[in-house]
């Protein structure tokens, strides 16, 4: 059963009857409807495959309950693919084949901004343990609300957009920073600290603690052509974008928007540009106390998927910047600006075209990844795995 800190024994006989058959159906859904996977591999891909259904099975409990922390109780996975709890294992081991894990799952919710008590997210952590091996994985998901801005109330609610121009509207936030004063010195980036130069106001919008589904009333979300309100920056744990970015700046203006999410989606295409003397680009950041690691690389990552691509129209042709269906995880990347702070500056997709960065700060999720496609919003929810 599930236990709590909490009285709430009752809440939970429901879960109790439904959590072991979902453990079974998510562990199916990883092996194209067999448990192949989990019998053919070795140990330590077996234990993923065992610890993310467990995973999935307390979520799916999670959400006809109102409980903020708690647990599992072990439950057993044998050799005739069934799951069951161990105390009713150990009671009856004859019923049963030969022991081949143990799965335990745990959550909690985490704290969350008091000016947005309907957010927050909550974290499973779920682990497998072979038996008689060394094989043992955890894995973990984040749960955050949803918010669908699929209409001009919650739009206008949100106040990052105009919902029925696709105007991109700054935020209330101010903060100041140094940009390059020659715009001809491209490696210097817009957002480059440490140079002599202007300051410029970036307007922030309020954290989202939770996940964003942008939608306009068909029209491209544009960023304005005017260096007042031309630097926006968005930040959410989770961001999609439904509609065309059209990013672009014209004459002397020079500006970007900040994206600042641990998953990004643009579900369509973008259009960044550097001119003459203008410039307008797409920059992508990590919310602070979130991101992955990756094995192999230092650092925290999130991921960035790019469904129809990014390009940079230059008069008679496209110059294609990233290709349509690509995704990645995305470095964070911090500097020390003159105060010696170490800030987070983000990855400019400009800057990146021109090899301006050290090292791999956006890397390709292979197709064979988990992540290689975005999480996708269901009921009211965003998982991520990580």
């Not at 301006?356 to 064979?368: E, K, R, T």
């Amino acid at each position: 059963m599930i236990k709590n800190e909490k009285a709430f024994a009752m809440i939970f006989t429901l879960a109790l009857l439904a959590v072991v058959p979902v453990m079974a159906l998510t562990l199916a859904n990883y092996s194209l409807n067999s448990f192949q996977i989990a019998r053919s591999t070795n140990n330590k891909t077996k234990a993923y495959y065992i610890a993310r259904s467990g995973a999935e099975a307390a979520i799916s409990a999670w959400k006809e309950a109102d409980i903020e922390n708690g647990s599992l109780e072990t439950v057993i996975f044998d050799d005739q693919d069934n799951f069951v709890l161990k105390s009713e294992y150990q009671d009856n081991p004859s019923q049963y084949g030969e022991i081949i894990a143990e799965i335990d799952v745990e959550f909690e919710k985490e704290a969350i901004n008091p000016n947005q008590d309907q957010y927050g997210h909550t974290i499973f952590t779920s682990t497998a343990k072979i038996t008689n091996s060394s094989g043992e994985e955890t894995v973990k998901a984040r749960v955050s609300p949803y918010l669908n801005v699929n209409s001009q109330t919650n739009a206008e609610d949100l106040g990052w957009y105009n919902y029925d121009t696709g105007q991109i509207l700054p935020g209330s936030n101010v903060k100041e920073t140094t940009v390059t004063e020659d715009f001809w010195d491209w490696l210097s980036g817009i957002f480059g600290l440490g140079y002599e130069a202007e300051t410029v106001e970036i307007k922030y919008h309020d954290q989202v603690y939770g996940s964003v589904e942008i939608t306009t009333d068909d029209s491209d979300l544009y960023l304005q052509n005017n260096n007042s309100n031309n630097k926006v920056a968005y930040s959410a744990n989770s961001i999609y974008f439904n509609n065309e970015l059209d990013l672009k700046q014209s004459g002397d203006n020079q500006g970007a928007l900040i994206t600042i999410g641990e998953n990004l989606v643009f579900r369509e295409r973008i259009e960044i540009r550097k001119g003459l003397t203008s410039y307008g680009s797409l920059i992508i950041g990590l919310p602070e106390g979130l991101g992955y690691q990756l094995d192999g690389y230092s650092g925290d990552f999130g991921r960035v998927y790019f469904n129809q691509g990014v390009y940079s129209p230059l008069w008679f042709w496209d110059n294609e910047i990233i290709a349509p269906g690509s995704a990645y995880y995305f470095k964070k990347i911090t500097e020390t600006n003159e105060s010696g702070e170490i800030v987070q500056t983000g990855i400019d997709l400009l800057r990146w075209d021109d090899g301006d960065y050290d090292g791999q700060v956006l890397i390709p999720i292979p197709a064979d990844d988990p992540n290689y496609s975005p999480p996708v919003p269901e009921e009211e929810y965003i998982i991520n795995w990580f």
